[in-house]
RNA sequence: CGGGGUGUAGCGUAGUGGUUUAACGCGCGUGCUUUGGGAGCACGAGAUCGUGGGUUCAAAUCCCACCACCCCGACCA
């Protein structure tokens, strides 16, 4: 990508208003752009990082057995009545009227949904289990938005259903769903805590919640740094500073932490109000016990923004980097530029993405930018380099000098 | 939803002690010179001062209402 052609430009300040990292490193950048109040336009930079995190979801969660599909935002009242959440969730929904009334929902969550659907297509114990999954988006009406990107009242979430014909069959998948969850994590550069959480409206089990340890975070996470043992706040009550009970090895302390993703067991409340029932091998009628299982995308790159920066601006992990390598030249003379377009040509062939500052730009403006963007690796092209092309990792300070072919071949490996 | 704060050009801000042409920086346009840490000179375009009402000879500035945004709290399957 020519950066002379890039839709977005950074710009030199950010307004004083913006006061969390990701969103003023994000919007300064050019990644996102704020429309209202927990409402973010993502821009082609930024999109591409979220594309990549949607990706590796769907990789783990295809490998998991699930199959991806999407449903409506747009639901009727009598849907969500049948389970009693129009009413006594109604703050939480956009509630849109048409000739007739209050009659359509924007779905915040699609546990009803998914079950009707199911009803259609699960009716035996041979049907079971069926694992479906969506990214889509999500309407909340969040009494308070904030943090940037992290808490949105539209965002895209992934959200996964399990249908299992007992309480044994969920329970082995939960685990299952547990590990593709610190997968997805680690592949986006993320270290999540499994956190035990109260079951909420859904279940009088814990359910468990991912959280990534930053001070950006909304929640509080005990945990135990030698085991990875973790409570909320809310189930840990009073535990700071006492010994693992899982290890013994050391305190339980306190942290501020960002929730990425989290899981519930829905057990029978679903199929039972809304009549997903299915036909056991003795003939008998048993409703279908459920699970779901949500991860927020935009939430996930928000935590990375917090986690991974410094000064200078953001430290993309490679695997979500909108770009691979930021090549830079540095110099006007037509040696500098068309070595730097070689380089450009080549690279891009080889499947590796580049964004190449081809602007009329001073050096300090282009270094700077490329300090704030972000990407794994800084390649230079100036009068100073000579026959050589300086290549730089964002996150560490020195550079070094590669010929043509070093650098080619430094890049057709990884 | 309670408490606090802020709305002035594309962006960031000053001006709130009542006034005539609303100021500065960035960005943008034209020309020339510039390329290793946000370059220089010159000229130029760009503002219903959040919205509505009120007070006054006179309102960006004072008063009222509303809206939006930010922070703290409550909330967050």
């Not at 990082?49 to 590796?56: D, T």
């Amino acid at each position: 990508m020519l950066q002379s052609q890039l839709f977005s430009k950074t710009s030199r300040q950010v307004s004083a208003d913006e006061v969390s990292i990701n969103a003023k490193l994000l919007i300064q950048a050019g990644f996102v752009d704020k429309q209202m109040a927990g409402a973010y336009s993502y821009l082609p930079l930024g999109y591409r990082v979220f594309k990549k995190i949607e990706q590796i979801i769907r990789e783990e969660m295809n490998a998991i057995g699930g199959e991806e599909m999407i449903m409506t935002a747009m639901q009727p009242k009598e849907l969500w009545e049948a389970t009693g959440r129009w009413e006594t969730d109604e703050n939480i929904m956009y509630k849109c009227e048409d000739k007739n009334g209050p009659t359509v929902g924007l779905a915040w969550t699609h546990e009803e949904a998914v079950t009707v659907i199911a009803k259609r297509f699960i009716s035996s114990y041979r049907d079971l289990p069926r694992y479906v999954y969506q990214l889509q988006t999500k309407f909340r009406n969040e009494p308070r938005a904030k943090s940037g990107i992290m808490r949105t009242r539209e965002f895209i979430m992934k959200d996964l259903y399990s249908f299992h014909a007992d309480e044994a069959d969920l329970d082995k998948y939960y685990e299952v769903v547990k590990l593709a969850y610190l997968k997805i994590f680690a592949r986006c550069g993320l270290e999540a805590l499994v956190v035990e959480a109260s079951g909420g409206a859904f279940t009088k089990n814990y359910s468990h919640e991912f959280q990534v340890i930053t001070e950006a975070g909304e929640d509080y996470t005990v945990y135990c740094a030698a085991c990875k043992y973790a409570q909320n706040r809310e189930v840990a009550q009073g535990k700071v500073g006492e010994a693992c009970p899982a290890c013994a090895q050391a305190k339980l302390q306190e942290a501020k932490s960002s929730e990425v993703g989290n899981i519930f067991k829905l057990g029978t409340k679903f199929s039972e109000s809304l009549k997903l029932y299915y036909t056991a091998k003795s003939g008998e009628q048993k409703p279908v016990i459920m699970a779901s299982y949500g991860i927020g995308p935009g939430r996930i790159m928000g935590t990375i923004v917090e986690v991974h920066h410094d000064d200078a601006g953001m430290v993309w992990p490679p695997s979500v980097a909108p770009y691979k390598i930021h090549l830079l030249a540095l110099a006007s003379s037509e040696t500098a530029l068309s070595k730097a377009d070689q380089a450009y040509s080549k690279l891009t062939a080889m499947g590796i993405e580049v964004l190449y500052d081809d602007r009329q730009e001073s050096a300090g403006i282009k270094l700077k930018d490329a300090d704030l963007i972000g990407l794994p690796w800084r390649v230079v092209v100036s009068a100073k380099t000579g026959d050589n092309f300086e290549i730089k990792a964002r996150h560490q300070p020195t550079s070094q000098l590669l010929s043509y072919s070093e650098l080619l071949n430094k890049f057709s490996v990884q």
